[in-house]
């Protein structure tokens, strides 16, 4: 599978890869920080408003900028600049920069 799209499937439902992350990486900002710093989660289930101390939604929110898009360490991938600069190229802007295609004489 093309690894950034390999590397998407780990930017929800994460909550257990990221809590085992050391360091997370964003695909938005492109910051790469602490897993620990992750205080938010999305994906609510709204039946457990009843017990909101111990309900928690599955994918991890950035710290930074607030978007679904974060991948831990533990996912394999490289959290370089390149790789979440990849990321978010293709996941942002839906654009993938290849470089021309020499055409045939
Ligand atoms: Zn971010």
Redesign the pocket.
């Known amino acids: 599978m093309n690894p950034l799209l390999a590397a998407h499937r780990h930017t929800w439902d994460n909550r257990t890869e990221i809590e085992a992350s050391t360091l997370c990486g964003?695909c938005?900002?492109?910051?790469v920080f602490p897993a620990e710093e992750i205080v938010a989660w999305t994906g609510l289930d709204t039946s457990s408003f009843d017990h909101l101390d111990t309900a928690s939604g599955a994918t991890a929110l950035?710290p930074?900028?607030?978007?679904e898009?974060?991948i831990g360490d533990k996912a394999g991938f490289s959290l370089s600049p390149d790789f979440l600069g990849r990321m978010n190229q293709a996941w942002f802007q839906k654009t993938i920069i290849r470089k021309p295609v020499a055409k045939k004489p």
């Open positions: 964003c938005s900002c492109m910051e950035c930074r900028c607030g978007s898009a974060l």
